[in-house]
């Protein structure tokens, strides 16, 4: 009889747990109901870091729970895309990934730590940004076409700056060489900040930025813009041209950021932060906002975003054997 009174008791504790506990689809209903972490795979101060910090803010602006940057660099965005993948897949997790950790990296580096598709859950394309080939001041070249004579007139005198291995930032450069046969060597940094400190200071001589990190420094006088890397001129520099344009068609080379969640996220969060990011993305204030920036707003759905990782993957694997760069 005890026994089957302690039985009794036990079945209406976990009834009782069973009807008080939140239900995975309740807890989906009230996401989010705590602060999440947006990491960001890169320093302070790049690109990655200003597109992440203008979504976290209205991110926590339409949902009064606070949104918090993360800043995880290291390995060509490699660390803080593995932390990500490895978050539990509850939507409190993110990442602000780009072209470099979900399209490059795969093909560039002998070992990933995690797989860029299989591993993440893509919720939407944030922005498309143009790399810009800047130079130091004091380099004695204004054009595409005097670079590329310098450089061959100066063999191993030029150094060229990037945020890291595997970005593109760092393969618009190796493309360039690939393309001209011009030699120069690559000085990888620990993200924008720090590689613009040098290139600012001559400690470098030349870098294939994003261009929203750079375009102050070139607006303020401190780097000479040469050209920009996207098949089309920027409405932040019109007067610039291309590459392509400049004695090099074909070459393109363009950056693009997006937000993206641990595999198996379920999909109601990953529409929820679809619909948010979504309807900021279109707004006249983010069009503006990214454009006097030097990007353009993106957006479209999760799917969209998944189809697009996969075809700059195939894309940028082409792009890694032709420049052969390579890291074991």
Known sequence: MQRLIRFAAGVVAVCAASLFAPSPALAQADYPSRPIRLVVPFPPGGTTDILARAVAQKLTEAWHQQVIVDNRPGAGGNIGSDLVAKAPPDGYTLEMGTVGTHAINPSLYARMPYDAQKDFTPVILVAGVPNVLEVNPSLPVHTVQELIAYAKANPGKLNFASSGNGTSIHLSGELFKAMTGVQMTHVPYKGSAPALADLAGGQVQLMFDNLPSSLGLIKGGKLRA???????????????????????????????????????????????????????????????KLASQGAVAAGGTPRAFADYIAAETVKWAKVVKASGAHID
Request: no cysteine; proline share 11%; charged share 15%.
């Open 226 to 288: 040469i050209a920009v890397t996207s098949t089309t001129r920027s409405s932040a520099l019109p007067d610039i041209p291309t590459i392509a344009e400049s004695g090099l068609p074909g070459y393109e080379a363009s950056s693009w950021f997006g937000v993206l969640a641990p595999a198996h996220t379920p999909p109601a969060i990953i529409d929820k932060l679809n619909a948010a990011i979504g309807a900021w993305l279109a707004s006249p204030e983010a069009k503006e």
